[in-house]
């Protein structure tokens, strides 16, 4: 087999220009802490798993370890990775590794909706590399089309989540849904989650000046001009 070139970063340089205004906190902690990664497989590639030092990516939750059992699950778009899905990361890493997010691509809405010709902030290649540096451990990205998008909440439970994973604590924002038409919800989410002694945790709506932190506010900040509230909505620069 031919040697696999391994494409390193150095180590981060030290920033001296001025952040954006009214930057929270957790702008300095994931602007400024940034590891080490080496990408030794594309993400873009036919390969099922893909390896970044410290974080596996998969494409088929048959292809899933045992290793990666009994940790923290996270579940979601993850589109532009903003300080609420850090908050979201942060909570599973709280609640105990190995932490796995569990994503789709293309994204649903892109598939459900088409008609809206939605753009995603950021490709799927920068998605991996910005978790890898938040220190999650596994991505799980799922092919997200139409035979997908009928599963029921209940067969999304036990098929995308329980078989696959066996979690102890599951991730979700406040205003989680799944499975076909949206019908899971976060109530559901929970009761099947006690039924199955596992931990839900929730995580409650973030804001940044007065207005939620989302993927769609992001996107029409930065379409309208408003380069800095991007900015202070992603805790990075766009």
């Excluded at 902690?29 to 390969?47: C, F, R």
Aim: proline share 5%; charged share 20%.
């Amino acid at each position: 087999h031919q040697k696999k070139e391994r494409c390193c970063r150095g180590p981060a340089k030290q920033n001296s220009e001025k952040k954006p205004f009214g930057c929270p906190k957790a702008f300095e902690i994931h602007h400024d802490a940034v590891y080490q990664k080496g990408l030794e497989i594309s993400i873009g590639s036919t390969h099922k798993i893909s390896h970044f030092t410290g974080m596996q990516v998969i494409r088929s939750l048959s292809e899933i370890g045992h290793n990666f059992h009994g940790g923290s699950v996270t579940i979601g778009n993850f589109d532009g990775v903003h300080l609420g899905h850090q908050e979201l990361i942060k909570t599973a890493k709280a609640c105990g590794r190995p932490v796995t997010v569990l994503t789709f691509s293309p994204h649903p809405a892109q598939v459900l909706h088409p008609e809206r010709q939605m753009r995603c902030l950021f490709p799927r290649e920068d998605l991996a590399e910005i978790l890898a540096r938040l220190g999650v451990d596994l991505l799980v990205i799922l092919q997200f089309d139409q035979a997908f998008a009928s599963w029921s909440a209940s067969k999304f439970l036990t098929d995308a989540l329980l078989n696959p994973l066996k979690p102890k604590h599951i991730v979700a924002g406040y205003d989680f849904a799944f499975g076909r038409s949206r019908e899971g919800t976060l109530e559901g989410l929970k009761e099947w989650g006690a039924s199955e002694s596992i931990q839900i945790h929730e995580v409650l709506p973030l804001q940044v000046g007065g207005s939620l932190v989302s993927s769609r506010r992001i996107r029409e900040a930065v379409t309208h001009g408003r380069v800095e509230e991007a900015h202070l909505c992603l805790g990075r620069p766009f």
